[in-house]
T-cell receptor, first 113, second 115 residues
Framework: AQSVTQPDIHITVSEGASLELRCNYSYGATPYLFWYVQSPGQGLQLLLK??????LVQGIKGFEAEFKRSQSSFNLRKPSVHWSDAAEYFCALLSGGYQKVTFGIGTKLQVIP | DTGVSQDPRHKITKRGQNVTFRCDPI?????LYWYRQTLGQGPEFLTY????????KSRLLSDRFSAERPKGSFSTLEIQRTEQGDSAMYLC?????????????FGQGTRLTVV
């Protein structure tokens, strides 16, 4: 069965510092991978997705993620974090024929001045 | 606003009561999903519709849960005889197009509290 692991439940970074959120997956076929962001009281917003091709994908809000098949990872990065990036981030994997998405537990990002 | 709309945003109910939530997807989106998100967890897949057909149901969807999408547009999720364990955020999402190359747009969710 497929699974998504986000090993960091909570991360605190200073504004302007770089950010990397970790995501590891387990899936028997070529994965389709996503990063979503959820602000308090809000729905999920797609940051970026990887289906095929270039393993470094660019997303919205200055985020990028790199797919590494050998490490079964899809880590999210941002070179300089803004206070407005404080939110919860979910890594997700698409499986099956009906776009069933399996989410990780989420990483809550706190940004300090 | 042309996004996914969910109603109500919040629902408090007594244990044993029935509740119904509504989801209005983005117009012309043929795919509709329901997810449940409990505190400290990621969303968990509940069920999926393509047009009016319910094509997949999670084992999380017990017989107290039923979802419909009667005309392939809006959808309802009903929980009968609610239990405290049903307290969660219920998220609806919709998408359109080929299986793997489209984005699912999420609504803001309905937060259910069972007291």
């Amino acid at each position: 069965a497929q699974s998504v692991t986000q090993p960091d439940i909570h991360i605190t970074v200073s504004e302007g510092a770089s950010l990397e959120l970790r995501c590891n997956y387990s899936y028997g076929a070529t994965p389709y991978l996503f990063w979503y962001v959820q602000s308090p009281g809000q729905g999920l917003q797609l940051l970026l997705k990887y289906f095929s091709g270039d393993t470094l994908v660019q997303g919205i809000k200055g985020f990028e993620a790199e797919f590494k098949r050998s490490q079964s990872s899809f880590n999210l990065r941002k070179p300089s974090v803004h206070w407005s990036d404080a939110a919860e981030y979910f890594c997700a994997l698409l499986s099956g024929g009906y776009q069933k998405v399996t989410f990780g537990i989420g990483t809550k990002l706190q940004v300090i001045p | 606003d042309t996004g996914v709309s969910q109603d109500p945003r919040h629902k408090i109910t007594k244990r044993g009561q029935n509740v119904t939530f509504r989801c209005d997807p983005i117009s012309e989106h043929n795919r509709l999903y329901w997810y449940r998100q409990t505190l400290g967890q990621g969303p968990e897949f509940l069920t999926y519709f393509q047009n009016e057909a319910q094509l997949e149901k999670s084992r999380l969807l017990s017989d107290r849960f039923s979802a419909e999408r009667p005309k392939g547009s809006f959808s309802t999720l009903e929980i009968q005889r609610t239990e405290q364990g049903d307290s969660a955020m219920y998220l609806c999402a919709s998408s359109f197009g080929a299986v793997a190359d489209t984005e699912a747009f999420f609504g803001q969710g309905t937060r259910l509290t069972v007291v």
